[in-house]
Structure formats: structure tokens, C-alpha cells
């Protein structure tokens, strides 16, 4: 009997009906997942990618928001040049600089200025946009290449007056940094984030630009992206449990995400795809500077303008979920307190006393930021605070020579008297801060940089700099295999860094442990996976991943293609791939953007010394001279270059002068010492040696050279010695211990 016979008819109806449901009920399920059934809100979010509609779309909605941003340096960041928006005096005013005359005046109710072109010429200019507000102006102009160009000379809207942004240097009418070159180009530089929906444009085949945007300002959708879905969805759509379309940028949003999204705009980075679409991560489209000399101090205070973001990863605050808008207005952009009364929305009232700050109460001294926020001038007359929110340490500064606040303040006294004053108040324990190990790694302490390194409790950008710094050692095998281990860390920053790492190293031991990374879901990880595998020249044509990346990267390429820089990396990648008259020719290009770039100068000297164009090769070199005289590199090169062509006299002359001045080369030193043993100046060569050794003392070559040097002038003594150093850090070295065995 079967197991249905059991029960009745009536039940047994029940029963297969249910079953019959049920089944009826899982088909109907299973093919809504197939078919990926959504929402009819989701639908509609799905239907058209969402364009620009302009701030007059937000207006009726967002009323509040609007009046808070209309007037803010994000509405005023950029203007078409009328009487309502010139701030300076064009009264036929003169203003002059290092023996240039600037000449501001008005005609047919337009601006002007008379001042030099890139050949030292004067030419009337015609002002097109006013750029910024407050505490200086710029102006633009627009040449006929579709560049639009920044004046170097701004207007003080505090002094009311002209001054110069860069008045303590010698500008070469034809220089990168003076107002017709690349730097003062609004296109290149500044564009993207002083207006809405920006696109760059540029054509590197004709050296144009056709540069567009949808709004000229920081206008809503350059921080909320592109609004056409949000604003249909409110307007036509009457399901109200429907979700609506999310933007780019809303309060929900997680700390580090917002950050993220102010990050694009406040940091000092380089831009790797040709237009920011609102999508993916900051990194998919930015690669931010590291804590490094000049951007920044050795311990990661501000030097150069960093733009915030690379100060404020730093910090304890964004290790703690505390954001931007935690301290700022989002659309006025101003602060949401007054004073201390700002720290003390998070601070106990404790520290906003004289036993915590031993200054008199509402003087500069007693104010937070003054101690935690210190700041520098840039661009003439900005003064823009530090947002690393550090603890003041003169106890470095004593050690390593790095600014304090209490010096920037005290500045009649010494490091030594404001480190004993802090010991006094405040006890000599210090809490185990990042800027320690940055410090004594930049002073020779490899140790310090690999412990920083692999403690994640440090901000990410912390590490990656001192992986970075690591790795520009010279590292053992074991060192090698240990930065490893950082191809998969949780950071991308230093996940990026240790892919660069093995490019620097160019070792082609670590192909599989770098292949994975061509996937990564970050795209600053995947490019730098692509340049390592191209310098180790690395066959990958039948990788998609690879192709996939590398495609991505070539955009990275073409997008900074009106950079010296870009165009220098250009010529490095065709090198690799061993197109050198590609090379060549974006080298050249480099120059043409750049006259005073020297990397492509000096790679171009070596190009075309390859190519049996020695003359040629010679007055790259002697150029790099000229302009840099304190360059090593370029005597380096120049000495090995005479060594080739058998002038003994100039390589001997050129390597000396190498070994005299920064950066410190171990090679110059090495090969300076070989030269010299072959010329029988065997003394000389070890009194070389000797100053190199100052600065690598456990370097395995140079103490080759010396104990060669000591064995020639029979120098048994002090051979043994140094052979017996060689024996400590190669032990297994067999010719060292026959040597040794000799000496004895």
C-alpha cells in the first residue's frame, strides 16, 4: 500500500493541491531570479545613465542648501571676467616683478593685461575667467591652442593690491612654472576640480585642448554627480515606497567614503583616467602623493600644498569615523563653530584650559589649532592649516630638524628650550607615533621603516611611504621574499606600494605572486601591475587580465600625455617595449613641454648614446649640468660616457665630481674607485671608498674594491681586516676565505 493510500480522499486532495502550490510557487521564484526581476524603482534607476541637469534642477527642492552654497568658494571657484566678478584694480594699474611689467587695464568693457609672452615679448591679453576668490584672484586667459593660461601675478583681495605667487624665483619667460607654461595651464592643472562635469580633452597628436564642462563652478552635481534620475524620480514618480536613485555623494554615506569623495578634489594626487564618472573607488581614478620630501616633511607635516587629504589619513580623528562635514558646513563650506567651541563638540573642556595649554585664556596661544593644526603660506598670501591634528614634538626637531608649533610661534627660541618646556609639563613619554619610524627610517634605520610598515594599528599612508622608503635600499634576498607578504594586504595603498616595490627592485622571481593583482578590484593596483610586468619585460599576450589592465593604463598615459611627466612615462613605456624612436620621440616631447625636466633629458641622453650619437649625448648631459650643478647623476653619466670613449681624463674628472654631491650615488663611488685601481692610484681609490663606506658601511662591493685596493699596496693589515668583514656578511663566500687564508 502506498504511503498516499493512507489517507483519505479528501485529504489527499488537500495534500496534492498544497504540493501543486508550492511547486507553483518555486517555479515562479526561480524564474524571477533568472530573469533577475527588480523593483519597478530599481527599474527606473536602471533604464538611462544619469546626465547633468545644472543647479537650477536642485533649486526648488534644496532651497536651504542652495542659499548656504550661493557666495561659498566652491560657487565663486571659478567666473566668466565681467565688472560684477573682477575683484582687482584694472584702472590702468602697472605692476612690476623681477624687471616684468604686468599692466592691467580696461578697454570696450573688457579687462586686459599687457605683460611678457614665453619669448620675453609684451601682448595684450584679454581676461576670459576670474578664478577663486578669496584671499587672492586669478585670472585667465585663453590662447589659441585651446589653453586657457593663469596669470602669475594675482590680486590680494585682503591688501587689495598685485602681487606675485612665486616672488622668490628667477622665472624664465619660457618656464614650466612661469605663467604661458604647463603649471600656470588651467586645463592641465586645475580644470578638474574647479568646475562641474569637467572633460580635458586634449589632443597629444596636435597639442590642442577642447575642454568642456557643464557648469563653470563647483556647482551641486560636482560633488552629488549627475542628478537627472534623482530629479525625475521625485518629479514623475508617484509610488512612494519606492527607493529612489542614490547620488554620489549623500549623508548616509560611510566616514572614509565621504572623505573619499572630498578627497578628489582636496589632495594632492595624480589623475589616472580621462574623466571622473561618478563611479568605483577614489583610487580607481586618483593615485595620491605619499608622505615624501618636498610634498611633505619627513615626519608628514605639510611642506609643499598637499590639499588636506594625505594630511588628515594621518590623523587620530580619521582613524576615528570623524569626517569633513564633522567640521565643516558641506555647502557653505565654513566652519560650524567658532574657536575652541569647535574641538570641544568632541573634546572634554579639560584641554580648553590653562593647566592643559599653560597659555592666558582667548589668546593665539590657547587656541586649539594653533598647537595641533599649525600652517603655512602658499601661493603668495593663503594660509592653510595642517590637518594631521598632531601633537607637538620639539623632541624631533632637536633629533631631526622637523618644525614644531611651539617654535613657529616661539621663534626666539630654540628646539632644545621648547622640548625641555613639554618635558616639564607634560612628562618625557611620547605615545608611539608613526612620524618616529618615518624619522629614523630617513636617517638610516631600515629597521624602523619594515617595523611601521607591518603594523596595520598605523595609517595606511603612513606605511606605504615607508614601504616605499624601504625599498629604495638596497634589500637582501630575505628582505625581497618579506615584502611579499604586501601584495595582498588590506590597504590599497600599500597593496599599490609593493607592487611598485618589485618594479624598483625588477626582480622576475615574483611574476606569480604579482598576476593575481592584474585582477584587483582597484585600479590603481592593476596599472601598477601592469608596469611591473612590462619592465621585467614580461611576454603576456595571451593574459586578458593583462591586455584588460594595460588598456587601462594607456588611458592613464594619454590622460597626463600634456605633462613633462606624462609624456616621460610615455618614452618609458615604449622603452620597454622596445620602441625607441617612440621613446625618443616622447622624451623630446617631455623637453618641449618642460625645457627644464632633466629625468627626460637625462634618459634621452642615454637613448641617443645607444644609438652611437655621442655628441649629442654629451650636451644632454652638460645641460643637466648647467641647470642643476648640484646634480650627481648627471656627472655620473657624463664620467661613464668618457670612460666609453677612452677620455680617461674626463671620466676621472666627471666621476669625482659625482662623488661630491647629492643625492649620494653608491655606484658613482664604486666605479670612481675602479678607475682609479686601473690607473694604479690605488690610495686614492680607498680614501674613495672609505667616504663612501661612510655612507654605506656594510655594502659588500665597495669593501670588494677596498680590499683590492689595500692587497695592491700591499697593505696586509688592514686587508685582513677588511677581508674579514667580507667573510661576516658572505660567510659562504669561498674567494673571501682564500683570500683570507693568504693574508694570514
Same mark, same amino acid.
Given at each position: 500500500?502506498?504511503?498516499?493510500?493512507?489517507?483519505?480522499?479528501?485529504?489527499?486532495?488537500?495534500?496534492?493541491?498544497?504540493?501543486?502550490?508550492?511547486?507553483?510557487?518555486?517555479?515562479?521564484?526561480?524564474?524571477?531570479?533568472?530573469?533577475?526581476?527588480?523593483?519597478?524603482?530599481? #527599474?527606473?534607476?536602471?533604464?538611462?545613465?544619469?546626465?547633468?541637469?545644472?543647479?537650477?534642477?536642485?533649486?526648488?527642492?534644496?532651497?536651504?542648501?542652495?542659499?548656504?552654497?550661493?557666495?561659498?568658494?566652491?560657487?565663486?571657484?571659478?567666473?566668466?571676467?565681467?565688472?560684477?566678478?573682477?575683484?582687482?584694480?584694472?584702472?590702468?594699474?602697472?605692476?612690476?616683478?623681477? !624687471?616684468?611689467?604686468?599692466?592691467?587695464?580696461?578697454?570696450? %568693457?573688457?579687462?586686459?593685461?599687457?605683460?611678457?609672452?614665453?619669448?620675453?615679448?609684451y601682448?595684450?591679453?584679454?581676461?576670459?575667467?576670474?578664478?577663486?576668490?578669496?584671499?587672492?584672484?586669478?585670472?585667465?586667459v585663453?590662447?589659441?591652442?585651446?589653453?586657457?593660461?593663469?596669470?602669475?601675478?594675482?590680486?590680494?583681495?585682503?591688501?587689495?593690491?598685485?602681487?606675485?605667487?612665486?616672488?622668490?624665483?628667477?622665472?624664465?619667460?619660457?618656464?614650466?612654472?612661469?605663467?604661458?607654461?604647463?603649471?600656470?595651464?588651467?586645463?592641465?592643472?586645475?580644470?578638474?576640480?574647479?568646475?562641474?562635469?569637467?572633460?580635458? %580633452?586634449?589632443?597629444?597628436?596636435?597639442?590642442?585642448?577642447?575642454?568642456?564642462?557643464?557648469?563653470?563652478?563647483?556647482?551641486?552635481?560636482?560633488?552629488?554627480?549627475?542628478?537627472?534620475?534623482?530629479?525625475?524620480?521625485?518629479?514623475?514618480?508617484?509610488?512612494?515606497?519606492?527607493?529612489?536613485?542614490?547620488?554620489?555623494?549623500?549623508? $548616509?554615506?560611510?566616514?572614509?567614503?565621504?572623505?573619499?569623495?572630498?578627497?578628489?578634489?582636496?589632495?594632492?594626487?595624480?589623475?589616472?583616467?580621462?574623466?571622473?564618472?561618478?563611479?568605483g573607488?577614489f583610487?580607481?581614478?586618483?593615485?595620491?602623493?605619499?608622505? @615624501?620630501?618636498?610634498?611633505?616633511?619627513?615626519?608628514?607635516?605639510?611642506?609643499?600644498?598637499?590639499?588636506?587629504?594625505?594630511?588628515?589619513?594621518q590623523?587620530?580623528?580619521?582613524?576615528?569615523?570623524?569626517?569633513?562635514?564633522?567640521c565643516?558646513?558641506?555647502?557653505?563650506?565654513?566652519?560650524?563653530?567658532?574657536?575652541?567651541?569647535?574641538?570641544?563638540?568632541?573634546?572634554?573642556?579639560?584641554?580648553?584650559?590653562?593647566?592643559?595649554?599653560?597659555?592666558?585664556?582667548?589668546?593665539?596661544?590657547?587656541?586649539?589649532?594653533?598647537?595641533?593644526?599649525t600652517?603655512?603660506?602658499?601661493?603668495?598670501?593663503?594660509?592653510?592649516?595642517?590637518?594631521?591634528?598632531?601633537?607637538?614634538?620639539?623632541?624631533?626637531? =632637536?633629533?631631526?630638524?622637523?618644525?614644531?608649533?611651539?617654535?613657529?610661534c616661539?621663534?626666539?627660541?630654540?628646539?632644545?628650550?621648547?622640548?625641555?618646556?613639554?618635558?616639564?609639563?607634560?612628562?618625557?613619554?611620547?605615545?608611539?607615533?608613526?612620524s618616529?619610524?618615518?624619522?629614523?627610517?630617513?636617517?638610516?634605520?631600515?629597521?624602523?621603516?619594515?617595523?611601521?610598515?607591518?603594523?596595520?594599528?598605523?595609517?595606511?599612508?603612513?606605511?606605504?611611504?615607508?614601504?616605499?622608503?624601504?625599498?629604495n635600499?638596497?634589500?637582501?634576498?630575505?628582505?625581497?621574499?618579506?615584502?611579499?607578504?604586501?601584495?595582498?594586504?588590506?590597504?590599497?595603498? =600599500?597593496?599599490?606600494?609593493?607592487?611598485? $616595490?618589485?618594479?624598483?627592485?625588477?626582480?622576475?622571481?615574483?611574476?606569480a605572486?604579482i598576476?593575481?593583482?592584474?585582477?584587483?578590484?582597484?585600479?590603481?593596483?592593476r596599472?601598477?601591475?601592469?608596469?611591473?610586468f612590462?619592465? @621585467?619585460?614580461?611576454?603576456?599576450?595571451? %593574459?586578458?587580465?593583462?591586455?584588460?589592465?594595460?588598456?587601462?593604463?594607456?588611458?592613464?598615459?594619454?590622460?597626463n600625455?600634456?605633462?613633462?611627466?606624462?609624456?616621460?612615462?610615455?618614452a618609458?613605456? %615604449?622603452?620597454?617595449?622596445?620602441?625607441?624612436?617612440?621613446?625618443?620621440?616622447?622624451?623630446?616631447?617631455?623637453?618641449?613641454?618642460d625645457?627644464?625636466?632633466?629625468?627626460?633629458?637625462?634618459?634621452?641622453?642615454?637613448l641617443?648614446?645607444?644609438? !652611437?650619437? @655621442?655628441?649629442?649625448?654629451?650636451?644632454?648631459?652638460?645641460?643637466?649640468?648647467?641647470?642643476?650643478?648640484?646634480?650627481?647623476?648627471?656627472?655620473?653619466?657624463?664620467?661613464?660616457?668618457?670612460?666609453?670613449?677612452?677620455?680617461?681624463?674626463?671620466?676621472?674628472?666627471?666621476?669625482?665630481?659625482?662623488?661630491?654631491?647629492?643625492?649620494?650615488n653608491?655606484?658613482?663611488?664604486?666605479?670612481?674607485?675602479?678607475?682609479?685601481?686601473?690607473?694604479?692610484?690605488?690610495?686614492?681609490? #680607498?680614501? #674613495? @671608498?672609505?667616504?663612501?663606506?661612510?655612507?654605506?658601511?656594510?655594502?659588500?662591493?665597495?669593501?670588494?674594491?677596498?680590499?683590492? !685596493?689595500?692587497?695592491?699596496?700591499?697593505?696586509?693589515?688592514?686587508?685582513?681586516?677588511?677581508?674579514?668583514?667580507?667573510?661576516?656578511?658572505?660567510?659562504?663566500?669561498?674567494?673571501?676565505?682564500?683570500?683570507?687564508?693568504?693574508?694570514?
Amino acid at each position: 500500500m502506498s504511503f498516499l493510500k493512507t489517507f483519505d480522499c479528501k485529504k489527499n486532495n488537500l495534500y496534492l493541491k498544497k504540493v501543486y502550490y508550492i511547486l507553483i510557487i518555486f517555479f515562479l521564484v526561480y524564474a524571477c531570479k533568472k530573469n533577475e526581476y527588480q523593483p519597478k524603482s530599481d #527599474i527606473l534607476q536602471k533604464t538611462e545613465h544619469a546626465k547633468f541637469v545644472g543647479k537650477e534642477a536642485c533649486i526648488e527642492c534644496h532651497k536651504l542648501e542652495y542659499d548656504s552654497w550661493n557666495g561659498s568658494h566652491h560657487e565663486q571657484a571659478m567666473k566668466i571676467a565681467d565688472s560684477t566678478t573682477i575683484l582687482g584694480d584694472f584702472n590702468n594699474k602697472t605692476f612690476e616683478h623681477k !624687471g616684468v611689467k604686468n599692466t592691467f587695464f580696461k578697454r570696450e %568693457n573688457s579687462f586686459y593685461v599687457n605683460t611678457a609672452d614665453k619669448n620675453g615679448d609684451y601682448r595684450d591679453y584679454k581676461i576670459v575667467y576670474t578664478f577663486g576668490v578669496t584671499p587672492l584672484q586669478q585670472y585667465i586667459v585663453k590662447f589659441p591652442d585651446g589653453a586657457y593660461q593663469c596669470l602669475v601675478t594675482a590680486w590680494d583681495t585682503e591688501k587689495n593690491k598685485w602681487f606675485h605667487l612665486q616672488p622668490n624665483l628667477e622665472l624664465a619667460h619660457d618656464e614650466w612654472i612661469n605663467w604661458t607654461g604647463g603649471a600656470m595651464r588651467w586645463n592641465t592643472a586645475c580644470a578638474d576640480c574647479h568646475s562641474t562635469n569637467l572633460e580635458k %580633452n586634449f589632443d597629444s597628436k596636435t597639442n590642442t585642448f577642447n575642454t568642456t564642462f557643464s557648469e563653470i563652478n563647483v556647482s551641486c552635481e560636482a560633488c552629488h554627480g549627475p542628478a537627472s534620475n534623482h530629479v525625475s524620480f521625485y518629479k514623475n514618480y508617484d509610488n512612494k515606497d519606492a527607493v529612489p536613485p542614490k547620488l554620489h555623494m549623500s549623508k $548616509s554615506l560611510p566616514q572614509k567614503s565621504l572623505v573619499e569623495k572630498c578627497a578628489r578634489c582636496h589632495s594632492r594626487r595624480g589623475q589616472i583616467t580621462k574623466k571622473f564618472d561618478y563611479e568605483g573607488h577614489f583610487l580607481d581614478h586618483y593615485n595620491p602623493s605619499l608622505l @615624501i620630501d618636498p610634498i611633505y616633511e619627513l615626519d608628514g607635516q605639510i611642506k609643499d600644498e598637499d590639499y588636506v587629504y594625505g594630511s588628515f589619513m594621518q590623523s587620530k580623528m580619521y582613524q576615528n569615523n570623524v569626517t569633513c562635514t564633522d567640521c565643516h558646513d558641506a555647502h557653505s563650506l565654513k566652519l560650524k563653530k567658532t574657536g575652541n567651541n569647535l574641538c570641544l563638540s568632541c573634546h572634554e573642556p579639560k584641554y580648553d584650559s590653562k593647566s592643559h595649554h599653560y597659555h592666558q585664556a582667548n589668546t593665539e596661544g590657547s587656541q586649539c589649532i594653533n598647537c595641533h593644526m599649525t600652517g603655512k603660506v602658499y601661493m603668495g598670501n593663503d594660509f592653510r592649516r595642517d590637518h594631521s591634528f598632531r601633537v607637538p614634538r620639539p623632541d624631533q626637531s =632637536v633629533k631631526y630638524g622637523t618644525p614644531n608649533a611651539c617654535n613657529g610661534c616661539h621663534k626666539d627660541k630654540t628646539p632644545e628650550w621648547a622640548s625641555e618646556f613639554i618635558n616639564s609639563k607634560y612628562g618625557t613619554k611620547r605615545p608611539d607615533h608613526f612620524s618616529n619610524y618615518l624619522l629614523e627610517g630617513a636617517h638610516g634605520n631600515h629597521d624602523a621603516l619594515y617595523t611601521l610598515l607591518s603594523q596595520d594599528k598605523f595609517p595606511e599612508i603612513a606605511r606605504a611611504t615607508a614601504l616605499y622608503l624601504y625599498t629604495n635600499n638596497q634589500l637582501s634576498y630575505k628582505e625581497i621574499n618579506d615584502v611579499r607578504k604586501f601584495l595582498k594586504d588590506s590597504s590599497i595603498l =600599500v597593496r599599490h606600494e609593493a607592487v611598485r $616595490s618589485f618594479e624598483k627592485i625588477g626582480d622576475q622571481n615574483y611574476h606569480a605572486d604579482i598576476e593575481p593583482l592584474l585582477k584587483d578590484s582597484i585600479r590603481l593596483v592593476r596599472t601598477s601591475a601592469v608596469k611591473y610586468f612590462n619592465s @621585467i619585460g614580461a611576454n603576456m599576450s595571451s %593574459n586578458s587580465d593583462f591586455k584588460k589592465a594595460e588598456e587601462e593604463y594607456l588611458e592613464e598615459l594619454d590622460m597626463n600625455a600634456d605633462f613633462a611627466t606624462g609624456q616621460h612615462h610615455i618614452a618609458i613605456y %615604449n622603452e620597454m617595449k622596445g620602441r625607441t624612436d617612440l621613446a625618443i620621440e616622447a622624451y623630446r616631447k617631455s623637453l618641449e613641454i618642460d625645457n627644464r625636466y632633466n629625468l627626460s633629458r637625462m634618459n634621452l641622453a642615454l637613448l641617443v648614446y645607444k644609438q !652611437g650619437n @655621442i655628441e649629442e649625448a654629451k650636451e644632454l648631459y652638460l645641460k643637466v649640468i648647467e641647470l642643476e650643478p648640484e646634480y650627481s647623476n648627471s656627472y655620473y653619466m657624463l664620467g661613464l660616457l668618457f670612460n666609453e670613449i677612452g677620455d680617461t681624463k674626463n671620466a676621472l674628472k666627471y666621476l669625482d665630481e659625482s662623488c661630491k654631491r647629492e643625492p649620494v650615488n653608491i655606484r658613482a663611488f664604486y666605479n670612481y674607485a675602479l678607475k682609479l685601481q686601473g690607473e694604479n692610484l690605488n690610495q686614492k681609490s #680607498i680614501e #674613495i @671608498i672609505n667616504k663612501a663606506l661612510g655612507f654605506f658601511p656594510e655594502n659588500e662591493n665597495l669593501l670588494y674594491v677596498k680590499l683590492i !685596493g689595500e692587497i695592491n699596496l700591499k697593505q696586509n693589515d688592514k686587508a685582513y681586516i677588511t677581508c674579514s668583514k667580507l667573510i661576516q656578511i658572505a660567510p659562504s663566500n669561498a674567494n673571501y676565505k682564500q683570500i683570507l687564508e693568504s693574508l694570514k
